[in-house]
């Protein structure tokens, strides 16, 4: 069926370590920098409110030794995992520290939802196993996970633009309203303050962006340069929205690498690594006899 083949779509093995490995550091990253509440959430326990899912699930309540617990967890382990080593135990240990960690974030009455597709990348990347740089080998179970990460990547800009429907009952409030104007007054940059003095310019900025969120869903249809353009329209925007309002969405950034294919990547650096090692002109006629 066409519909499992496209969920099942392989992918190289080769493209699974590389988006793995650019994960798990940028998880890293994350934790300390991005998320980095979670320690501090653990000296006002008292105003925790998990959502559904730390409703649901056994996670361990907000305390300062349990947040440096999991941070401690999500560090090492990302690193080994990065690395390749123990994918399954390293990845399955990371996967469930970091969903508690992100569950205490967004249990304080903020919800990032930039953080959707990493949070299912990081669950479901364990089920691949063992996966190197240099294996050309297809995988359908790492398709379905690259699938998952696509869809959800996909569905985290659709969502944005249905849920701005839904809460105002409307297809077109959200898009005519002020939201722009509140934004820019609130955290713009002077690059950016001259919009107030000409609100078209805002209006018009809200309707792209709620037309682009409703064609996300487009990008699965296109091919080639096509594909390529509409996914570097969104980095385009997410440059403007940091450089405009300090907001960023790198957590959804990173997944949408997902669509590329990064095992070309491996040549590349390994022919850069050699050659600033000075040790190219004997790699070269190795790979001409092979």
Known sequence: ????????????????????AIVYVFLVWSVLFLTNDVVGHGYAAELYQPTLLGRVLPFPEPSVPVAYGLLAIIVVGSFVAASGRLPRAAGWTVAVAHTSWMVNTQGFAYVSHDHMALMIAVILLPTIGRARFDDTTTSESAGWVFRCIQVATVATYAGSALAKVIYNSSLTAWANSSIFSWAVMRRGSFLVDWTLQVPVVLRVGQWGVFL????????????????????????????????????????????????????????????AWLRASGRVASWRPALQQS
């Open 1 to 20: 069926m066409s519909v499992v083949r496209w969920w099942f779509s392989p992918v190289p093995l080769a493209r699974v370590a590389v988006f793995r």
């Open 212 to 271: 682009l969120e409703v064609l996300t869903p487009v990008v699965f249809w296109l091919r080639g340069r096509w594909q390529v353009g509409m996914i570097c329209l969104f980095f385009a925007f997410h440059l403007m929205t940091y450089v405009a309002l300090g907001i960023h969405f790198l957590p959804t950034i990173v997944c949408w690498l997902t669509f590329f294919p990064l095992e070309r990547l491996v040549p590349h650096a390994r022919t």
